[in-house]
Every structure is written in structure tokens, then in C-alpha cells.
Nanobody, 114 residues
Framework: QVQLMESGGGLVQPGGSLRLSCAAS????????MSWYRQAPGKERELVAA????????NFADSVKGRFTISRDNTKNTMYLQMNSLKPEDTAVYYC???????WGQGTQVTVSS
């Protein structure tokens, strides 16, 4: 069974950092392009970042460039999203997504507030 499970969300002050993890199972993780999305209340789900199979190439939404980093460890079947200099507008539920499998994780809440 294909599964994606996010962790690492929480409450953080503006300017703080969090690292999200996405643990994958049930498929060949190293063969899958992976991505992070987020959805804020009342807004559409949006792409935050994506990473190729080997982790060589990445891309980011303009709103997070220079602040977020996406990475993966294919030996651990895990993808990461390092989020620095967090802003209140980064508050959202963050999801990992495997586009070739059309599979979403359950999401993890990130709240940036003082």
C-alpha cells in the first residue's frame, strides 16, 4: 500500500525554523519525483517545492525561494522541507505529494505566530 506520512509541523514564532519530514512506503521511493504543497485556510492548495528522483534538481514557489530547502534521503525513503525565516503567511497545512502515483499524505499543520 502506497503511503506518505508527514511530520514535524507545529507552532513557531516569526523568523523561526521548522523541518518537515515525509516518510514514504509501498513504492520505489528513489524512482519518484516528490513535492511539497500547502493549503492555507480559505485558499487553494499550492505547490511549495519539488525535487527530482536523485535530488539533483529542485524548484520552489517564488514566495519561499531563499528561505525553504527541499531534500531527500533515498536510503531512508524520506523527503524533507527545511523552512527558515518563517512568516505568518507561511501558516498552512503542508502536504507531501507523489505526482506519478497521485498520492497525498495526510498533512501536517504549520502555524507561524507570535
Amino acid at each position: 500500500q502506497v503511503q506518505l506520512m508527514e511530520s514535524g509541523g507545529g507552532l513557531v514564532q516569526p523568523g523561526g525554523s521548522l523541518r518537515l519530514s515525509c516518510a514514504a512506503s509501498g513504492f520505489t521511493f528513489s524512482s519518484a519525483v516528490m513535492s511539497w504543497y500547502r493549503q492555507a485556510p480559505g485558499k487553494e492548495r499550492e505547490l511549495v517545492a519539488a525535487i527530482t528522483r536523485g535530488g539533483i534538481s529542485t524548484n520552489f514557489a517564488d514566495s519561499v525561494k531563499g528561505r525553504f530547502t527541499i531534500s531527500r534521503d533515498n536510503t531512508k525513503n524520506t523527503m524533507y522541507l527545511q523552512m527558515n525565516s518563517l512568516k505568518p503567511e507561511d501558516t498552512a497545512v503542508y502536504y507531501c505529494y507523489a505526482p506519478q502515483l497521485s498520492t497525498w499524505g495526510q498533512g501536517t499543520q504549520v502555524t507561524v505566530s507570535s
